[in-house]
């Protein structure tokens, strides 16, 4: 008997629940830390200042030839990406670059400073169109670009994306040669605009 009751004097009484948990049922229970870190707002997306939107490049850009490249060494064959783009403000400032690279970021870097580089500022009509008539050959390739009054854009190849950037209106242009050669295109059309004078007072 004598047993019993030390075994029941032993053992440790149930401790109720204070009176904090019971009023607060969201309170964090005894033995867990709160999570760290700020809550979750809608959307997944953390308590705190938002990211402030990216800067307008100075130029757009297009590109208008990527092609890969392969050279064989004494360990095997390397590759890389050669990029040909066309840069402009659409405000009459335009210029063509070529770059090589590991991969096509490195290369389109490359070509963008290049282009930077090899920009012209053309001297354009109140309209925005080219004063007067100019034909250029560059290799193979043959570019006749003409005024237009009313017309819009008529070109195609990387002509088009050559005028586009340079922000050319009313302007019609004519390949006169059968190359495909987007490079030497662009080229040829930015080796005519450089021909253009500075357009009279009377012209439109």
């Keep these: 008997m004598t047993e019993n009751t030390q075994e029941s004097n032993t053992t440790t009484p149930a401790v109720a629940p204070s009176a904090s948990a019971q009023t607060n049922p969201q309170a964090p229970r005894a033995g867990f830390a709160p999570r ?91 309209s925005g169109s080219i004063p007067h008539e100019v034909q250029k050959k560059l290799g193979s390739s ?27 209106k009313n302007i019609t242009a004519k390949l006169r040669s059968g190359t495909k050669n987007k490079l030497n295109n662009a080229r040829a059309a930015v080796e005519a605009l450089k021909m253009l004078k500075k357009p009279r007072s009377y012209s439109k």
């Design 36 to 126: 760290r870190g700020a809550p979750r707002g809608r959307g997944g997306e953390r308590g705190g200042p938002r990211r402030e939107p990216r800067a307008k490049p100075e130029y757009d850009q297009k590109i208008i030839d990527i092609r890969r490249v392969t050279r064989v060494a004494s360990g095997g064959r390397r590759f890389s990406f050669a990029v040909s783009l066309v840069a402009g403000d659409r405000k009459g400032k335009v210029g063509v670059g070529t770059g090589k690279g590991g991969d096509t970021a490195m290369a389109v870097d490359k070509a963008a400073r290049s282009a930077k580089k090899n920009m012209i500022t053309l001297s354009l009509t109140k």
């Design 142 to 168: 043959v570019v006749h670009l003409m005024p237009a009054p009313g017309k819009g854009v008529v070109a195609g190849s990387s002509v088009r994306d050559v005028i586009d950037l340079a922000g050319i």
